[in-house]
């Protein structure tokens, strides 16, 4: 005997699932978690908490490593998207210590037009030229 999924129910099951599939990052955890990327000369990436859905104070602890001799600087932001979908590129960090040496920083993001996903943006500059860059939602 074959059963039958009534087509109401069917429906909700594919909502659901489609919801939970196309969730981003931030919002897939929920409250914590972590985004990094590693690029030619530059590794680094930030702890999140408090991500508790768009109108969130998200806190972030940003790391970030000069991973090469070379002689160029580094640098992090957080990039984020709106209910709209647009893409805001945050202010960078940077940091000049030399090869080998790292930095972190303390603080927050909050958007009047939401922070329905974030990621981080890790790249190595000569000057206020971008040489190469990575980037992880």
Excluded at 50 to 71: E, H, I, W
Aim: glycine share 14%; proline share 2%; aromatic share 10%.
């Amino acid at each position: 005997m074959r059963s039958r999924m009534p087509i109401a129910t069917a429906a909700l099951t594919a909502a659901v699932a489609l919801t939970i599939g196309t969730a981003g990052p931030a919002q897939a955890d929920g409250t914590s978690g972590y985004h990094g990327c590693s690029t030619t000369g530059a590794s680094g990436g930030y702890d999140f908490s408090n991500y508790y859905g768009p109108d969130a104070r998200v806190k972030l602890s940003f790391r970030l490593y000069d991973t090469q001799a070379d002689g160029h600087h580094v640098r992090i932001r957080l990039i984020s998207k709106n209910v709209h979908g647009t893409i805001k590129r945050w202010g960078w960090r940077s940091h000049t210590g030399g090869s080998g040496t790292s930095q972190t920083w303390e603080t927050y993001a909050e958007d009047s037009s939401g922070l329905f996903d974030i990621g981080v943006e890790v790249a190595r500059f000569e000057g206020n030229t971008m040489l190469n860059q990575c980037f992880d939602w």
